[in-house]
């Protein structure tokens, strides 16, 4: 079993900033995905940013240029860091891995935190 532990979240006023942070812990995994997904009031949870292993970066369209994703899957640790928020941006912000075990790498499995709140007031 992986465990992802999120910290970071809070309030802030539009155009603040907010660092997220999330490490993964467990025995004899590797991680080929750590990604941050967001799900705001009455809708579905959407990806924000992801990043694997290596240099590929993926953002959605609504937070380029405002939002950074960095860490390090082998660290098994990620990071977004978040800028120039506004009131939309309001939403759980979750981190995900993407899991493979050293007894069978074919098999992947995705992991979930607990989510942290961030509330961007207008």
């Known amino acids: 079993q992986v465990q992802l532990v999120e910290s970071g979240g809070g309030l802030v006023q539009a155009g603040g900033s907010l660092r997220l942070s999330c490490a993964a812990s467990?025995?004899?995994?590797?991680?080929?995905?750590m990604g941050w997904y967001r799900q705001a009031p009455g809708k579905q949870r959407e990806l924000v940013a992801r990043?694997?292993?290596?240099?590929?970066?993926m953002y959605a369209d609504s937070v380029k240029g405002r939002f950074t994703i960095s860490g390090d899957t082998a660290k098994k640790t990620v990071y977004l860091q978040l800028n120039s928020l506004k009131p939309d941006d309001t939403a759980v912000y979750y981190c995900?891995?993407?899991?493979?075990?050293?007894?069978?790498?074919?098999?992947?499995?995705?992991?979930w935190g607990q989510g942290t709140q961030v509330n961007v007031s207008s």
């Open positions: 467990g025995r004899d995994f590797s991680i080929n995905v």
């Open positions: 995900s891995a993407d899991v493979t075990y050293s007894d069978d790498a074919r098999k992947s499995f995705r992991y």
């Open positions: 990043i694997i292993s290596g240099d590929n970066i």
